[in-house]
């Protein structure tokens, strides 16, 4: 038996990256995926992908900043596949600014799809997880995608880390919210070092111009941070992911899982 057998998982950012390997691990492990994104092709493409191996997935248009979306996606979930049991928001960006340099309208953007998008998203979501809770041994499951970078700082960094901050504790607040009443919802983050994505890559783009290195210079001086070695991979996350998301994590809930070839152990 799969580890999500009969569960309906719903992935935002899903098109590429970290969100479309999670929804294809999710499938894997027998999870019904509702994924949404901006970028309608490669959308439709990651979930044509995993139907083509014989799984169950469905792409819709979402702007995770948009009320109105996320309430016309929760009611998608609700139709076409009878309910939710695991919500997975990790639809985010990323600049690399200084602070002085950070405008009012970068700082909303930022604040806007990192953390307004996952805020918006747990309230929208919380009772429809609560409704299907008592059929699985761990209850509901939210996972919120953090980053290190909700648990360090770094320079020219303050409006990432401070979203992804905010995104770890109210992912905490909602894990005690959730565990009220019979209808359990677990909530927990997850927090990547850097990753082989396309986020990731821009990521370390910006990072070496800011050291005023090479993109290769960057990229070696970067993946020397990871004691192990090497940048992290999308399945790396994935994994994680599934095991928050199955009832493997049935008593984990208001955690921190952190997936960053120990740069953050240093």
């Known amino acids: 038996m799969n580890r999500c057998d009969g569960k309906i998982a719903l992935v935002t950012g899903g098109a590429r990256g970290l969100g479309a390997e999670t929804a294809k691990r999710l499938a894997e492990a027998g ?21 083509d191996k014989g799984g169950k997935a469905h792409y819709m248009h979402h702007d995770v900043t948009s009320e109105e979306e996320w309430d016309a996606v929760v009611a998608e979930a609700k ?3 009878g309910g ?41 979501a919380l009772p429809l997880l609560r409704e299907r ?33 905010a995104v770890r504790l109210l992912t905490k607040s909602l894990a005690l919210e959730g565990a009220e ?29 800011a050291m005023g290195v090479s993109s290769n210079e960057g990229t070696a001086l970067i993946t020397m941070m990871h004691p192990l070695g090497r940048l992290g991979m999308p399945e790396d996350v994935a994994n994680a992911v599934v095991y928050l998301a199955s009832d493997d994590s049935a008593f984990v809930t208001g955690a921190e899982l952190i997936v960053d070839g120990g740069l953050t152990a240093r």
């Open 79 to 81: 139709s076409r596949f």
């Open 31 to 51: 999870a019904s995926i509702l994924l949404t994104d901006i970028l309608d092709d490669e959308g439709r493409q990651t979930a044509d992908a995993i139907a």
């Open 133 to 165: 809770a008592g059929k699985w041994r761990g209850g509901g499951s939210i996972v919120n995608l953090s980053s290190v970078a909700g648990i360090i700082g770094a320079a020219n960094g303050t409006a990432y880390h401070a979203s992804k901050g």
């Open 181 to 209: 009443g019979e209808a359990k919802v677990r909530a927990n983050s997850v927090h990547p070092a850097v990753i082989d994505t396309n986020m990731g890559r821009d990521l370390v783009g910006q990072m070496s111009d």
């Open 84 to 124: 939710l049991d695991i919500l997975v928001n990790n639809a985010g960006i990323y600049y690399s600014k200084p602070i002085g340099e950070t405008s009012m309208d970068d700082w909303r953007r930022m604040m806007s799809i990192n953390v307004d998008g996952v805020f918006l998203g747990c309230r929208a």
